[in-house]
């Protein structure tokens, strides 16, 4: 940590865009409190300000080659953390009327032909999504949100971190995402009918 607090922001970027795993390691310890702090003080849920520590700083990695590195590193972690935030707060607040739509009996609708064609539309799209995902995130997604398998009962059958089940859940989770997402019109369907998110 001493060597980390001689380097520069422009020389932490520099080798984050190297895939210097050592640095990273010693950005996660210098400032996972910062940005965990940061997220706290918005959702007032310690489960989500850890979802979103993580998040930031996976997004710092995966980002650190098209990052400027004159970039102020701590005030550009505490942007990332306030907007994974309110992406968060609205997902929860979309995820909240959902749940409440899903109390209804949608049987009837999926008697209506246009619907029901609509709503095999948005599996297909959904299915398409999880093919395009590389082996083992998709085999990772396939047992977390469609059998339902816990991060730790995947990591023990799959013989992996913890860890790397959850970024690969993230990772996956955000790819078809935004897959489904560009095909607008069934977007908000599989949104209703719960078929992204458990």
Same mark, same amino acid.
């Given at each position: 940590m001493e060597l980390f607090n001689k380097l520069s922001d422009s020389e932490i970027l520099s080798h984050l865009k190297l895939g210097n795993h050592d640095v990273f390691h010693m950005v996660y310890e210098f400032y996972h409190k910062k940005v965990y702090a940061v997220a706290l003080k918005i959702l007032k849920q310690p489960l989500d300000a850890e979802e979103v520590m993580q998040e930031v700083l996976l997004k710092l990695w995966l980002s650190a080659p098209k990052l400027r590195e004159e970039s102020n590193l701590e005030a550009y972690l505490k942007t990332l953390a306030k907007n994974a935030c309110y992406n968060l707060l609205r997902r929860q607040l979309l995820e909240a009327k959902v749940?409440? /739509?899903?109390?209804?009996?949608f049987n009837e609708s999926h008697n209506n032909t246009e619907e029901h064609i609509l709503l095999m539309d948005a599996r297909r799209v959904l299915q398409d999504a999880i093919n395009q995902l590389p082996p083992q995130q998709k085999k990772i997604y396939e047992l977390c949100?469609?059998?339902? /398998?816990?991060?730790?009962?995947?990591? %023990?059958q799959l013989n992996i971190?913890?860890?790397t089940v959850q970024t690969y859940m993230k990772l996956a989770l955000r790819t078809v995402r935004n897959y489904v997402? %560009?095909?607008?019109? /069934?977007?908000? /369907?599989i949104i209703l009918f719960g078929l992204l998110e458990k």
């Open positions: 749940s409440a /739509l899903n109390k209804f009996d949100h469609q059998q339902g /398998l816990k991060y730790d009962e995947v990591a %023990s971190s913890h860890n997402r %560009s095909h607008t019109h /069934l977007y908000v /369907l």
